[in-house]
């Protein structure tokens, strides 16, 4: 019998099969030779699994670790993790022998069941065992599938805790340019106000016109407006920064211990490496990666329901009408079973199901894709920005000091008469602007690294 069977079972496969067409996702991107913008190597003692010690900051230090163990994102990414990881073992099961306990009463009447001999109660325990044979691999290709999830997901708790990471330090540098120019601005308001007294001073005593006495009060109620702005600042830095560490603002102090001239630390130099590196290194592009390997898988397990599928069941118990026989020997029965299923007509559904893994599959190639273009993309951004960042800092430091100097002859020709007030004040002003912009430039350097350590995936070699 199973041998007439054989050939119209393997013509209806055919048949179904032939009918299924797959397209193929784009083509990845080519992986460049070099990066377009060149980053002279340094190197850092710090340990790959650990990037931001390479800034030797033990407040930075301490509220990492604090955002890894309570971030929200984080703890919302490893139970996702989990949760693939659960989804993967319940995969695992169907490849297994499902064995379960079954007992059951019921009680049939009438004339046909007393003609058959059945009327009455009839009691029912016993053991099943089932066990679908993975015949065409449609049950180890969703095994596979999952376990493809499940690397996804972990990529992505990887990606989730670079984020974090790179987003506390970013924070916390932005915090340490905001303490430094409050404290450029705090000595500047003294400075004014020092000028502000001796200028009423000297109005008192007739020697100058009120005139300019109005201008350096304006000069210091300007100055303490643009503090005070720093401080508000300041205090959204902090909350956000709270936010990533996931504690309540009031449990995040960042010390203010910046003063003019203070930041003077030694950037990490990041080596760049090489550009086909860069792929195994980013675990967001290591996740798109893996979910589009599961996206093929499940085109292949959609492909398998036009193919035949075999189950085996067995069943090992008793039967009695009185539930006190239920386990002599005389009341036992056991069965096996083995069915063969092929569906012939379902109106189209396994079509629409391969049609619908295939379109699954272009949109993950289409991920794919784009992450590799986003992760080159963000490297190249990064190692721009600290060239041109590292041109701006010399040609600003070369501002900043010509503007000092101005300003020390402004003040001396002003003691002397030469000047007006006025142009002193401009001195002062411009020097102030400068130094704000140099402090800008020097917090910008800080957040491209961080950025360049984040685009490369957290790591070096």
Aim: aromatic residues 4%; charged residues 20%.
């Amino acid at each position: 019998m199973m041998r007439t069977l054989l050939p119209l079972i393997a013509a209806l496969v055919l048949a179904g099969c032939a009918n299924v067409a797959v397209q193929q996702p784009h083509a990845m991107p080519a992986t460049p030779a070099a990066y377009k913008s060149a980053q002279t190597l340094g190197t850092s003692s710090a340990s790959q699994a650990q990037w931001w010690k390479a800034f030797a900051d033990p407040q930075l230090d301490a509220l990492t670790e604090r955002a890894l163990a309570h971030n929200t994102s984080i703890q919302l990414a490893g139970a996702r993790l989990a949760q693939a990881r659960a989804l993967l073992r319940a995969s695992n099961a169907n490849l297994l022998p499902q064995l379960g306990l079954g007992a059951g009463a019921g009680r049939q009447g009438g004339d046909a069941a007393r003609a058959a001999g059945t009327a009455g109660t009839q009691y029912t325990a016993g053991l099943n065992l089932s066990y679908e044979v993975d015949l065409m691999g449609r049950l180890s290709k969703a095994s596979d599938a999952a376990a493809l999830d499940a690397q996804a997901r972990e990529s992505l708790l990887q990606a989730t805790q670079l984020l974090v990471q790179a987003d506390v330090a970013q924070t916390y540098f932005s915090l340490r340019a905001l303490d430094a120019e409050r404290a450029l601005m705090r000595d500047t308001v003294g400075a004014y106000q020092d000028t502000l007294r001796l200028n009423e001073k000297r109005f008192a005593a007739g020697d100058i016109a009120e005139l300019d006495v109005a201008r350096v009060r304006t000069e210091v109620a300007a100055t303490q407006s643009q503090a005070i702005d720093l401080d508000r600042r300041r205090a959204t830095l902090a909350h956000a920064l709270a936010l990533l560490v996931g504690e309540l603002p009031s449990g995040v102090v960042v010390t203010d211990r910046m003063a003019e001239g203070q930041w003077v630390e030694t950037l990490p130099l990041i080596p760049a490496g090489v550009p086909s590196t860069l792929l195994a290194r980013r675990p967001d592009v290591a996740a798109a990666e893996a979910s589009l390997k599961a996206a093929q898988a499940r085109v292949g397990v959609a492909q398998t329901a036009w193919l035949p599928n075999l189950s085996l069941t067995a069943t090992a118990g008793g039967a009695s009408p009185e539930l006190s026989d239920l386990f002599k020997t005389s009341a036992g029965l056991w069965g096996i079973n083995a069915l063969l299923n092929l569906p012939l007509f379902d109106g189209g559904r396994r079509e629409a199901g391969v049609q619908n893994a295939a379109a699954q599959m272009d949109a993950a190639a289409a991920g794919y894709r784009e992450q590799v273009l986003v992760a080159f993309k963000d490297v190249e951004d990064q190692l721009a920005a600290l060239q041109l960042l590292a041109a701006q800092s010399q040609v600003q430091a070369t501002a900043v000091a010509s503007a000092t100097r101005a300003m020390a002859l402004s003040d001396s020709r002003y003691r002397n008469g030469l000047v007006s007030q006025l142009e002193l004040l401009d001195a002062r002003r411009s020097e102030l602007s400068l130094r704000r912009q140099a402090l800008q430039v020097r917090a910008a350097q800080y957040l491209a690294t961080v950025g360049l350590i984040k685009a490369l995936g957290g790591s070096w070699s």
